[in-house]
């Protein structure tokens, strides 16, 4: 929206429009409204740090001079701790911000924070001594490593790295000036040696209050993951729906962070199913966003809360949608109606819960297929024995928090996401038949002598790097050229004689015809078997057939089939 509008709207009207904003564009539409400390004080701790975080550096100053103590409160629990510890350098730039801001935010932040979190975090970067008596100087090693030291009331003496001096002597001044009784608790608390007591005292402190905002313990947010059984899911209270109570009080403002902004622009079946319910009333939006927050808030407590990564923060918020839309697609059979009836009866952690459940038969059977197939063989070894892009897929499917292979994603070697829709589980189930099929390949000769064979050196791949499809490749070129049909490797000659022989000219090359139909020869190839060897010998198919014949090939740089050096 054009900022320059916004400020002739109406308050009302203002807090409508910021609540569907992106996070990007929230700080400039608040900073053009005629009352900026309004629109600031009616969101959560959240929702404001996501706009801080999701827009320009500089707007940190802009806002936080509006913000309240409870944000405030909320704003320095997220920036200053990194998991268990205060991290100094976070707290450093805390301060600086507060100062920078407007010195009376910084005291009055000073003035609400737990002691224990003051002489935790200052006793990671001062030091602290009395004065010394009148006739002897300040210990040599109160100033080691170029330390430089100050005092604000000839008794008590700070010292701190140069870089950090400003810092924290203007913190530390502003202290001394409002609150003399905390400055004196400061410097003695900096001077005890219980400085690890008080940090832990000061992270409970810290976990009562996020607690209190819906983050959860790590421990118990991970109940989130449990597994819902379809019995379970039938005994799950539903939503009254035809209660005369609204979901929420329809004066009560919102000060639940609006996670639907991190979303990512694919449309899901979540998003259909949401629009026929557009003309809902406005509670029951509100318990949508509500749950969302809860959810989303959840999933960030599972990881350690941390709104650091801005990255990481739309990963979790996509995870809950995703996860939401495939639990969704799977009771709904993929009916928009009925999926929307769903949202309005059904809990959303419950929906979340049946998608995440989906998922974790998936990796269970996953899990099977590689414990039964790992026998004598380095983990890495069994993704490896896999061809591309069933690698890729196998790995992520036994991932703690299955995820699937995206090949739209190119800037790494392979790229694993969270799944989006059912189907793409139905197409995993479907490649993990494949996957499990594929193995049974070393169960009938000639391949079950495979690893006996390829323990051999001086070949063009190490035995970690051998994949099926190199294997069967191998053997239909031997026997092709008329060799013995075992997993050896070519020699240089024969590899050449294969490159000759072994294709029609093209354009483009390609395996002739007899070569493949050798697939059929060997006894036990199953359906599911022969559909992974195919697709697997497209791909090493492929890969030679760019190789021209007529000049001389290093077998170093050969990856399709196997050779000798």
Request: glycine residues 4%; charged residues 30%.
């Amino acid at each position: 929206m054009n900022t320059n509008n916004f400020d002739s709207l109406a308050i009302q009207k203002q807090k409508q429009i910021l609540k569907k904003s992106a996070y990007d564009q929230k700080a400039d539409l608040i900073l053009h409204s005629r009352d900026p400390e309004q629109l600031v004080r009616q969101m959560s701790g959240e929702e404001l740090l996501l706009i801080l975080i999701e827009g320009r550096n500089d707007r940190l100053k802009d806002l936080i001079i509006y913000a309240n103590n409870e944000q405030l409160q909320f704003l320095c629990d997220m920036q200053c701790w990194e998991h268990e510890r205060i991290e100094k350098d976070r707290f450093l730039g805390w301060l600086d911000d507060l100062i920078e801001a407007d010195p009376d935010k910084l005291a009055e932040w000073l003035s609400i924070t737990d002691v224990e979190m003051l002489i935790a975090a200052y006793a990671n970067v001062v030091r602290v001594i009395k004065a010394p008596p009148a006739d002897e100087a300040v210990p040599e090693e109160f100033l080691d490593n170029d330390d430089q030291f100050f005092t604000l009331d000839r008794f008590y003496y700070v010292s701190a790295e140069q870089h950090q001096l400003d810092t924290i002597k203007r913190s530390i001044e502003m202290l001394f000036s409002s609150s003399p009784s905390l400055y004196m608790n400061l410097m003695e608390g900096i001077m005890s040696a219980l400085h690890d007591e008080m940090e832990e005292t000061a992270y409970q402190q810290r976990q009562n209050r996020l607690s209190a905002s819906g983050f959860s313990e790590t421990e118990e947010a991970h109940r989130i993951y449990r597994v819902l059984s379809q019995e379970e899911w039938e005994s799950v209270p539903v939503k009254e729906t035809d209660s005369e109570e609204p979901y929420f009080q329809e004066e009560t403002e919102s000060i639940n962070p609006n996670f639907l902004s991190l979303w990512e622009g694919d449309r899901l079946f979540l998003d259909d199913a949401l629009a026929l319910l557009s003309k809902e009333p406005e509670s029951f939006h509100e318990t949508v966003r509500m749950e969302l927050a809860s959810l989303t808030n959840k999933i960030i407590a599972t990881e350690g809360i941390s709104f650091n990564n801005s990255r990481k923060l739309k990963d979790q918020a996509e995870r809950v949608r995703r996860y939401i839309n495939i639990g969704l697609e799977e009771r709904s059979q993929s009916d928009v109606l009925y999926a929307a009836d769903l949202l309005k009866t059904r809990w959303l952690e419950d929906i979340f819960r049946w998608g995440h459940s989906l998922l974790v038969t998936l990796r269970k059977k996953a899990e099977r297929v590689f414990k039964s197939n790992n026998a004598g063989l380095e983990s890495e070894q069994v993704f490896s024995l896999l061809d591309k892009p069933y690698c890729y897929f196998f790995r992520g499917m036994v991932k703690k928090h299955p995820q699937i292979f995206d090949p739209s994603v190119t800037s790494n070697t392979y790229h694993l996401r969270d799944p989006r829709h059912y189907r793409e589980l139905m197409m995993a189930h479907q490649l993990l038949v494949e996957i499990e099929a594929a193995f049974r390949v070393f169960k009938i000769a000639p391949f079950d002598k495979w690893q006996d064979k390829t323990r051999e050196k001086l070949m063009n791949l190490p035995p970690s790097e051998i994949s099926i499809g190199q294997i069967v490749m191998t053997v239909l070129a031997r026997t092709f050229l008329g060799l013995s049909s075992e997993v050896t490797p070519l020699s240089s000659i024969e590899l050449a004689k294969f490159f000759t022989d072994g294709f029609h000219s093209g354009p483009p090359r390609r395996l002739r015809d007899e070569i493949k139909l050798h697939l059929q020869d060997w006894d036990g190839i199953d359906v599911e078997t022969m559909e992974y060897l195919s697709n697997a010998i497209s791909l090493h198919e492929s890969e030679l057939a760019e190789i021209d014949p007529l000049t001389h090939n290093d077998p170093r740089f050969i990856q399709g089939i196997l050779v000798y050096l």
